[in-house]
């Protein structure tokens, strides 16, 4: 079997799955249910770049998550979700009631017309509805491309065009903390501009009173009280595609990451068991959206094909106090608990009652995603919340990768504060200097890139395989390249250190700096933008804009308000800068290409030594940008 008990049980499983890798993976695929197994293991070709893995097999991830838990444990809870409001009732979702919602609401997509490989929207808060329509679109063979109920209408329409998708999933609302969001009027602002859409299904939910438009909109509750619970699985190819999900890019427009059923599946299981040592029978909490990859692969794919017992949870750290995350571990005696390090940075700073009052003995295990994690934050997390007996996890991983890659096994491999620690089983990390060289050894630091496949990575970006080809495979060629930076330490041990790109993280959200500059540039009275990313104590990193104006603004502070407004409603609230400084000109080199180490160290306060700035077409600039630093 798989099972990783020791540190000596994972060096030998990690040297099986470098050395054997088909077989490695192979044994691991052997432990779900296939409709036929594969013919071959792995077919790959990182110049090209393709990657198969278990070619021919056919499957269906919804009788894997849902099916075979059936016969022994249909009425163990699937979901626990609990809602925005305390003072309500968690519902428990057993896996019997999950399939029978799940097959429902499959077969209500179907009566709209969706079919397999047709391509389906999902615009919901994290209400349970969510978890049925992603797998309701698995179940069928529709493509599930989930957005992330903080985007714009702008943001919405890009990406239903992008992957064509025909019928949109949403609700009349949302509730986020003490707000309430009004979803479908974003909908209906975005599907405007979206062809290809003719049908959206509206979850009523906060009763805002959304209007529906006859003919487009249907309610949820009307159409899937005509369908029948018996929705047979469609048989999918391992190869085929099982759902496609947008992350920022350097350009200013989002990729749709492609992922196919076989390979993700066996990969998001694995990885949750072996990373978080689940065992039957815990409860696992992972407080990302489903709106992003976290959510896709730790709150759903992950754990139920796991036959885990998953904790949704639709409301926010701070909301009505920062106590909240500890009342929901105590509330439902979570073992595991999965969050990111701006939560636990901004949890920190509330006073220390916030934790005390609940009681958090049922942590075994507590994870870290999304960016690197500081010290302090996780000693802060190993005392407070960990009370020093839990293992920690920060698990490195992208949406481009499907699941984690680099992370340590939770009570097997010794920890070091702030290390991803060693790769998982089946992952070769390659360290490369900036003259595309392979450095070997340890005690070393260079760009991150990935030298064999993973059953879980990205296939293609949908639509265009020549920029999936151009942004991960050709920096260094024949291998992929994960944008990030790293040290491998005397150990082997390797610590993150963050985006060698145009993308910043801001609260664990990847944001392309060409997609928030182009967001600015829509304010009609700006001409010129450039954003890069600074510190910041709670978010990790924020966003510091300097722009160029048409004139001089007149009431710096409006404007900065108008343009905040802006980027919120191009792309969301998420991108909206912290600090924007006016400036009549960019430190640009003659070949106009914008010198953005000097405005990231401008950004960073620290303007001592800004290296040699001889090239630049107008060296002025820098005196007053300096001057005028925020
Ligand atoms: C960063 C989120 C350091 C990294 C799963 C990566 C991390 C990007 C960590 C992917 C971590 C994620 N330590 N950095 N534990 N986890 N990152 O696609 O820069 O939203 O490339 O996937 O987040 O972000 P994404």
Not at 91 to 101: A, D, M, S
Not at 372 to 388: S, T, V
């Amino acid at each position: 079997m798989n099972v990783i008990r020791t540190f000596e049980d994972y060096q030998h499983h990690y040297q099986k799955s470098i050395e054997h890798p088909e077989n490695f993976w192979s044994d691991v695929a052997h432990g779900f249910t296939w409709r036929k197994k594969w013919d071959k293991v792995l077919e790959w070709d990182f110049n090209k770049p393709s990657v198969k893995w278990f070619i021919g097999g056919k499957l269906n991830i919804t009788e894997n998550c849902l099916d075979r838990h059936l016969t022994n444990h249909a009425n163990r809870t699937a979901i626990i979700w609990e809602p925005n409001n305390p003072d309500e009732d968690a519902r428990h979702i057993t896996y019997q009631q999950l399939f029978e919602e799940v097959c429902k609401t499959a077969n209500m997509l179907k009566a709209q017309g969706v079919k397999k490989g047709d391509r389906v929207c999902i615009y919901l808060p994290m209400i349970p509805e969510l978890a049925y329509a992603v797998l309701a679109c698995a179940r069928i063979g529709a493509v599930h491309s989930v957005v992330f109920a903080g985007f714009s209408a702008k943001s919405i329409a890009d990406r239903i065009n992008d992957a064509g998708c025909n019928v949109v999933v949403t609700s009349d609302g949302a509730y986020r903390g003490d707000k309430t969001i009004n979803l479908k009027k974003i909908i209906d602002e975005a599907v405007q501009h979206c062809p290809s859409v003719s049908k959206v299904i509206v979850k009523e939910y906060i009763k805002s009173g959304a209007p529906l438009t006859p003919g487009r909109d249907v309610w949820w509750h009307d159409e899937i009280a005509k369908v029948s619970a018996d929705c047979p699985a469609e048989e999918m190819d391992a190869e085929d595609l099982l759902f496609i999900l947008y992350t920022s890019g350097s350009t200013g427009k989002p990729k749709g990451m492609v992922h196919t059923c076989g390979g993700y599946m066996v990969y998001t299981n694995y990885t949750f068991r072996t990373t978080f040592q689940y065992q039957e029978g815990q409860v696992y909490w992972c407080t990302a959206d489903i709106g992003w990859v976290t959510g896709h692969s730790y709150i759903l794919y992950g754990p139920l094909s796991a036959g885990a017992t998953t904790v949704m949870f639709e409301g926010v750290p701070s909301w009505p106090n920062p106590g909240r995350f500890w009342q929901v571990i105590d509330r439902h005696k979570v073992n595991i608990f999965y969050t990111a390090p701006t939560a636990i940075r901004s949890l920190q700073q509330a006073p220390l009652e916030f934790v005390e009052k609940y009681d958090l003995s049922s942590l075994r295990v507590l994870g870290s995603v999304g960016e690197p994690i500081n010290e302090e934050a996780w000693h802060w997390y190993d005392k407070n919340i960990g009370k020093g007996q839990c293992a920690i996890v920060d698990t490195w991983w992208q949406t481009e990768t499907g699941g984690f890659m680099i992370a340590p096994i939770a009570r097997v491999t010794p920890l070091k504060p702030a290390y991803a620690t060693l790769p998982l089983p089946g992952v070769q990390p390659a360290v490369m200097n900036e003259g595309g060289l392979e450095v070997n050894g340890n005690n070393v630091e260079g760009r991150l890139t990935i030298k064999f496949p993973w059953p879980g990575m990205a296939r293609t970006i949908y639509g265009d395989h020549q920029r999936f080809k151009d942004t991960y495979f050709s920096t260094f060629p024949g291998k992929y390249f994960t944008g990030d930076g790293c040290k491998r330490d005397e150990d082997g041990y390797y610590r993150i250190t963050g985006r060698v790109d145009d993308i910043i993280i801001v609260s664990g959200h990847n944001l392309g700096t060409a997609e928030i500059e182009s967001a600015v540039d829509e304010h009609p009275l700006v001409t010129e933008t450039a954003v890069v990313g600074y510190p910041h104590d709670i978010k990790g990193q924020a966003v510091y804009a300097f722009v160029i104006c048409y004139e001089k603004p007149k009431d710096e502070e409006k404007l900065r308000g108008e343009i905040r407004d802006t980027v919120s409603r191009i792309i969301g609230p998420i991108a909206k800068p912290d600090k924007i400084q006016f400036v009549s000109g960019l430190p640009k080199t003659r070949s106009g290409k914008i010198m953005r180490r000097i405005l990231r160290k401008v950004a960073e306060g620290d303007v001592s030594n800004l290296g040699d700035t001889t090239t630049l077409l107008d060296p002025a600039v820098v005196d007053e940008i300096k001057a005028g630093a925020l």
